[in-house]
T-cell receptor, first 116, second 113 residues
Framework: DADVTQTPRNRITKTGKRIMLECSQTKGHDRMYWYRQDPGLGLRLIYYSFDVKDINKGEISDGYSVSRQAQAKFSLSLESAIPNQTALYFCATSDPLTSDDPNEQFFGPGTRLTVL | KNQVEQSPQSLIILEGKNCTLQ??????????LRWYKQDTGRGPVSLTI?????NTKSNGRYTATLDADTKQSSLHITASQLSDSASYICVVSAISGYSTLTFGKGTMLLVSP
């Protein structure tokens, strides 16, 4: 969805490096999410934010941190990357006040991260 | 624990054939069920949403059904096309104070010429 963009789209890094994945959206949504997707495991929630001052841990937050710099920007950081964090990472947005379905989430194109 | 199970895990069909994907869930209290299509290298995109009171909903060649009593849903694809090759993910929302979803692992569909 062009309204939700992620950078970089692909990244290869080494164990122990700090990595930041960025997400920007032009949908005007208050709620933003970070997920990781692994083969055979489906999407799992890492962190979510309901507004700039609100940050919440998801199912698998260990080893990750986030920053909500503005309504439109939500960044995911890996402070010290490890190989089992190799995965596809998705950012998503939602807004119960402006969407027809309050639970619908709109996903970015994903970032493929490889940790060697 | 809320869970969503999908079957089959993967499926190969010939172009022009029909297929049906299954989703069973144990999410409570149930709010709605959505089917997403995820093309390779892309983010999931919503195909259709089913609420508690809906039994069937169509979106072009895609038809979703919901049986809230047995907690089962299906996605039927008619006259498949090569572009239907993708992962299909069943996602169930619970009624809660915020928008959290339970994702199935997806069914990988390959439509072969």
């Amino acid at each position: 969805d062009a309204d939700v963009t992620q950078t970089p789209r692909n990244r290869i890094t080494k164990t122990g490096k700090r990595i930041m994945l960025e997400c920007s959206q032009t949908k005007g949504h208050d709620r933003m999410y970070w997920y990781r997707q692994d083969p055979g495991l489906g999407l799992r929630l890492i962190y979510y934010s309901f507004d700039v001052k609100d940050i919440n841990k998801g199912e698998i937050s260990d080893g990750y941190s986030v920053s909500r710099q503005a309504q439109a920007k939500f960044s995911l950081s890996l402070e010290s990357a490890i190989p089992n964090q190799t995965a596809l990472y998705f950012c998503a947005t939602s807004d119960p006040l402006t969407s027809d379905d309050p639970n619908e989430q709109f996903f970015g194109p994903g970032t493929r991260l490889t940790v060697l | 624990k809320n869970q969503v199970e999908q079957s089959p895990q993967s499926l190969i069909i010939l172009e022009g054939k029909n297929c049906t994907l299954q989703c069973n869930y144990t999410v409570s209290p149930f709010s709605n069920l959505r089917w997403y299509k995820q093309d390779t290298g892309r983010g999931p995109v919503s195909l259709t949403i089913m609420t508690f009171s809906e039994n069937t909903k169509s979106n072009g060649r895609y038809t979703a059904t919901l049986d809230a009593d047995t907690k089962q849903s299906s996605l039927h694809i008619t006259a498949s096309q090569l572009s239907d090759s993708a992962s299909y993910i069943c996602v169930v929302s619970a009624i809660s104070g915020y928008s959290t979803l339970t994702f199935g692992k997806g069914t990988m569909l390959l439509v072969s010429p």
